[in-house]
């Protein structure tokens, strides 16, 4: 079964520290993984795609990882700021050409205090 | 500038009373999602259209339906609103579906559906 897990479901940080959220699917074939930004009440935005043959990938302050073999990711946020407070979704897209699949992880809800 | 735009943005009916939300895109994109978004949850995929063709989710109620009369816009529908379709519905398109190259999808602001 095609599936996406976060951890951990909630976090929080005071404002300047970094932190690490977690991703880790089943899914089958991989075709790429995104790191997406939701505020409350907002719809998500990207932040970051991976295919299967990259394994870093940075937006500003945003770093995600990729190990394709242990099927893990990670989103790794410096120097946090208040801004951050969001959720973080990953999204791994699954399938062949001619397939439309994302899969979403039920993300992990960062709170950044001052 | 807005890319994805839907309207209304809340969105308040009655039970068992026909609602439309709507959703526009200045990107000129090939694919067009609506997602269902419960509190705390994750967004989940009702159907999409690549270009014309509606592909709908296996596990989409009936009473859920959608229109793309164009490449521009396109429409949910839901047909007796139930108390447990009150949730966040997000729009979202793509250049092409994710079996290809990773297009971005871009997400509309959502709109938030209230059933009383």
């Known amino acids: 079964k095609n599936q996406v897990e976060q951890s951990p479901q909630s976090l929080i940080i005071l404002e300047g520290k970094n932190c690490t959220l977690q991703c880790n699917y089943t899914v089958s074939p991989f075709s790429n993984l995104r790191w997406y930004k939701q505020d409350t009440g907002r719809g998500p935005v990207s932040l970051t795609i991976m295919t299967f043959s990259e394994n870093t990938k940075s937006n500003g302050r945003y770093t995600a990882t990729l190990d394709a073999d242990t099927k893990q990711s990670s989103l790794h946020i410096t120097a946090s700021q208040l801004s951050d407070s969001a959720s973080y979704i990953c999204?791994?897209?699954?399938?062949?050409?001619?397939?439309?699949?994302?899969?979403f992880g039920t993300g992990t809800r960062l709170k950044v205090l001052a | 500038d807005a890319m994805v735009i839907q309207n209304p943005r809340y969105q308040v009916t009655q039970f068992g009373k026909p609602v439309t939300l709507s959703c526009s895109q200045t990107?000129?994109?090939?694919?067009m999602y609506w997602y269902q978004q419960k509190s705390s949850q994750a967004p989940k995929l009702l159907f999409h259209y690549y270009d014309k063709d509606f592909n709908n989710e296996a596990d989409t109620p009936d009473n859920f339906q959608s229109r793309r009369p164009n490449t521009s816009f396109c429409f949910l529908d839901i047909r007796s609103p139930g108390l447990g379709d009150a949730a966040m519905y997000l729009c979202a398109t793509s250049r092409d579906g994710p079996g290809g190259p990773p297009y971005e999808q871009y997400f509309g602001p959502g709109t938030r559906l209230t059933v009383t």
């Open positions: 999204v791994v897209s699954v399938g062949a050409s001619g397939t439309y699949k994302y899969i």
């Open positions: 990107l000129n994109h090939n694919v």
